[in-house]
Nanobody, 115 residues
Framework: QVQLVESGGGLVQAGASLRLSCAAS????????MGWYRQPPGKPREQVAI???????NYADSVKDRFTISLDNAKNTGYLQMNSLNSEDTAVYYC?????????WGQGTQVTVSS
């Protein structure tokens, strides 16, 4: 059984920074891909950033140059550094990993940016 626990969300003012963490536990041979998704109020879930085992990354255009995804394979923990937050970043943020051919999701952490 694999579990993902996100942390680091909260209420911040526009322009502030937050760092989200995603700790994975359980039977994890290796993390092939880790990703962060978000679901704004009343909108569908959208991909924010992904990082692959080789280190390559992809970002949504809306967060490029503001967010940075990273992965500590030794700790099975991923991070999403979010800078210059604005009200459009308000959402529930979910992390996901792919390991041994399966995808797992965390429960999500709320990020609210006040303008």
């Amino acid at each position: 059984q694999v579990q993902l626990v996100e942390s680091g969300g909260g209420l911040v003012q526009a322009g502030a920074s937050l760092r989200l963490s995603c700790a994975a536990s359980g039977s994890i041979p290796s993390i092939n891909t880790m990703g962060w998704y978000r679901q704004p109020p009343g909108k569908p879930r959208e991909q924010v950033a992904i990082i692959r085992s080789g280190g390559s990354t992809n970002y949504a255009d809306s967060v490029k140059d503001r967010f940075t995804i990273s992965l500590d394979n030794a700790k099975n923990t991923g991070y999403l550094q979010m800078n210059s937050l604005n009200s459009e970043d308000t959402a529930v943020y979910y992390c996901t990993i792919v390991t041994a051919g399966y995808r797992y999701w965390g429960q999500g952490t709320q990020v609210t940016v006040s303008s």
